[in-house]
């Protein structure tokens, strides 16, 4: 079973930087097109970025678009998510995510394609 674990979450000041991890076992990370959501308090997980099993596709929810980059070191079994220009609204519980099975090319931001999960990662940003 693929184990899939979050960290670098932090409290933060408006237009500051975090780099979070999420680090996979059990196995190896390849095989997995990855997927970061976050979840506000009050509001539905919503899917922000996704990487394909190569690296070669990412996707990005528009609010995030040129403020993150989500990235895969295989070798090292661990997804990135690097967030700049962190706003208050950027608040919330980080999570990254996997599907069952995955297909070349191809990745998706629907929490209800998802069959792993990691726990999570608080992110706050506030003055």
């Known amino acids: 079973q693929l184990r899939l674990k979050e960290s670098g979450g932090s409290s933060v000041q408006p237009g500051g930087s975090l780099r979070l991890s999420c680090v996979a076992s059990?196995?190896?990370?390849?095989?997995?097109?990855m997927t970061w959501f976050r979840q506000a308090p009050g509001k539905e997980r919503e899917g922000i970025s996704c990487i394909t099993t190569n690296g070669d596709n990412v996707k990005y929810v528009e609010s995030v678009k040129g403020r993150f980059t989500i990235s895969r070191d295989d070798a090292g079994e661990t997804v990135y998510l690097q967030m700049n220009g962190l706003r208050p609204e950027d608040s919330a519980v980080y999570y990254c995510?996997?599907?069952?099975?995955?297909?070349?090319?191809?990745?998706?931001?629907?929490?209800?394609?998802?069959?792993?999960w990691g726990e999570g990662t608080p992110v706050t940003v506030s003055s």
């Open positions: 995510a996997a599907p069952e099975f995955s297909w070349r090319g191809q990745c998706d931001m629907s929490p209800s394609d998802m069959f792993f």
């Open positions: 059990g196995y190896h990370l390849e095989y997995y097109a």
